[in-house]
């Protein structure tokens, strides 16, 4: 485990500086914030929405995850998040939607939202450039143009906080610019505890990375605005870390996957479950889970109980975000692991170009 604490190593396998991006990430949250307070809506034409759609694939499309589970409470209309190239017969004139393509070119966002211009919908495109500017331009759409230069995943706030303030301008989110303020101002108290200079010892985020190591991770977490950063995590660690992880929900994983651990234990003790607790969540909720965890304790290696940081909803998703991102880049290290480049993901976007 020394290698968590040998910054020059971290320097030689960290080629294009993930570990920094994650690092700074309260930095890129305010920058977002001033992207967000800023951007023109003049555009958005609608005033009463029948219904709001986000298109996004990947580390875009985990940004209509987490904003439908914070709307879910409180929005009036329907909030759909669609992965792929088909939009939905329901929606149409009337209905937000929202793309979502950090690269401006995801080619499943280009088609669903060209449907959505035909279909004569409303629609705000975030992002960094590429053809997702150029359409926006020619059919006059409101355009949130963000930095380019990183990977989407590692691109989060610039994607989720001005979204979040644009909706808040148009009443369909609570969540004001106080408490994006807040939540940042825990990130940066959290950033100088996982910062790499701090050693193991006192580094949570390293020792969560420690603990995983060469397990393969599942994760659980609980219908909530948590569920879609678990997921996240396990896509992090995926393409950090290029390492197999799962993911499921309570409570919906105790109506079947709870029973199948019944069997293969020679193999399952290869991996590690990870599962969060909320303190403000039901008591009955906290329970289930954590008599689930003792009834397939043996099934596993280890188990990581994760409690969640912060008071409002956007305190606890941003600081998971950010616990998960940056230990999921630590494992890579760990591992001697490059965590920028995704080679297998690339090859097939240049084997479909040829298509």
Same mark, same amino acid.
Request: proline share 4%; hydrophobic share 40%; aromatic share 8%.
């Given at each position: 485990?020394?290698?968590?604490?040998?910054?020059?190593?971290?320097?030689?396998?960290?080629?294009?500086?993930?570990?920094?991006? #994650? %690092?700074?990430? *309260?930095?890129?949250?305010?920058?977002? &914030?001033?992207?967000?307070? /800023?951007?023109? @809506? =003049?555009?958005?034409?609608?005033?009463?929405?029948?219904?709001?759609?986000?298109?996004?694939?990947?580390?875009?499309?985990?940004?209509?995850?987490?904003?439908?589970?914070?709307?879910?409470?409180?929005?009036?209309?329907?909030?759909?998040?669609?992965?792929?190239?088909?939009?939905?017969?329901?929606?149409?004139?009337?209905?937000?939607?929202?793309?979502?393509?950090?690269?401006?070119?995801? #080619? %499943?966002?280009? *088609?669903?939202?060209?449907?959505?211009? &035909?279909?004569?919908?409303? /629609?705000?495109? @975030? =992002?960094?450039?590429?053809?997702?500017?150029?359409?926006?331009?020619?059919?006059?759409?409101?355009?949130?143009?963000?930095?380019?230069?990183?990977?989407?995943?590692?691109?989060?706030?610039?994607?989720?906080?001005?979204?979040?303030?644009?909706?808040?301008?148009?009443?369909?989110?609570?969540?004001?610019?106080?408490?994006?303020?807040?939540?940042?101002?825990?990130?940066?108290?959290?950033?100088?505890?996982?910062?790499?200079?701090?050693?193991?010892?006192?580094?949570?985020?390293?020792?969560?990375?420690?603990?995983?190591?060469?397990?393969?991770?599942?994760?659980?977490?609980?219908?909530?605005?948590?569920?879609?950063?678990?997921?996240?995590?396990?896509?992090?660690?995926?393409?950090?870390?290029?390492?197999?992880?799962?993911?499921?929900?309570?409570?919906?994983?105790?109506?079947?996957?709870?029973?199948?651990?019944?069997?293969?234990?020679?193999?399952?003790?290869?991996?590690?479950?990870?599962?969060?607790?909320?303190?403000?969540?039901?008591?009955?909720?906290?329970?289930?889970?954590?008599?689930?965890?003792?009834?397939?304790?043996?099934?596993?290696?280890?188990?990581?109980?994760?409690?969640?940081?912060?008071?409002?909803?956007?305190?606890?998703?941003?600081?998971?975000?950010?616990?998960?991102?940056?230990?999921?880049?630590?494992?890579?290290?760990?591992?001697?692991?490059?965590?920028?480049?995704?080679?297998?993901?690339?090859?097939?976007?240049?084997?479909?170009?040829?298509?």
């Amino acid at each position: 485990m020394e290698i968590l604490d040998d910054l020059k190593k971290f320097r030689q396998l960290d080629t294009l500086n993930m570990l920094a991006i #994650e %690092e700074n990430f *309260a930095v890129q949250l305010s920058d977002a &914030k001033k992207i967000g307070t /800023v951007a023109d @809506i =003049s555009a958005i034409r609608n005033e009463k929405f029948t219904g709001v759609a986000f298109l996004g694939m990947g580390g875009s499309g985990f940004t209509g995850d987490i904003i439908k589970s914070l709307l879910i409470n409180e929005c009036d209309i329907p909030v759909d998040v669609i992965k792929g190239y088909r939009l939905p017969g329901h929606v149409g004139k009337g209905w937000l939607v929202i793309s979502l393509s950090y690269s401006g070119n995801t #080619e %499943e966002t280009l *088609a669903a939202v060209t449907e959505a211009l &035909k279909r004569s919908c409303e /629609v705000i495109f @975030i =992002s960094s450039g590429g053809n997702a500017e150029k359409i926006a331009l020619e059919n006059k759409k409101c355009l949130v143009k963000i930095p380019g230069g990183f990977q989407p995943r590692a691109a989060s706030g610039y994607l989720l906080i001005p979204l979040l303030i644009i909706l808040n301008k148009i009443g369909l989110s609570s969540i004001g610019e106080e408490e994006i303020d807040n939540a940042i101002k825990l990130i940066d108290v959290l950033a100088k505890k996982y910062n790499s200079s701090v050693p193991l010892k006192d580094n949570p985020a390293k020792q969560l990375a420690a603990r995983i190591d060469n397990f393969l991770p599942v994760i659980y977490s609980f219908e909530s605005e948590i569920s879609p950063v678990a997921y996240r995590w396990k896509c992090q660690i995926n393409e950090n870390s290029k390492t197999p992880a799962f993911f499921n929900e309570f409570p919906e994983l105790n109506h079947n996957e709870t029973v199948g651990w019944d069997r293969l234990k020679n193999i399952t003790k290869g991996f590690i479950l990870i599962y969060f607790i909320d303190k403000d969540s039901p008591e009955r909720i906290n329970a289930r889970i954590r008599i689930t965890a003792e009834l397939i304790r043996d099934n596993f290696a280890d188990i990581i109980e994760i409690n969640i940081k912060g008071k409002t909803p956007i305190e606890k998703v941003l600081s998971t975000i950010f616990l998960g991102g940056i230990a999921s880049v630590y494992l890579a290290l760990l591992n001697g692991v490059d965590p920028t480049p995704i080679d297998k993901i690339n090859t097939l976007k240049t084997k479909l170009a040829e298509l």
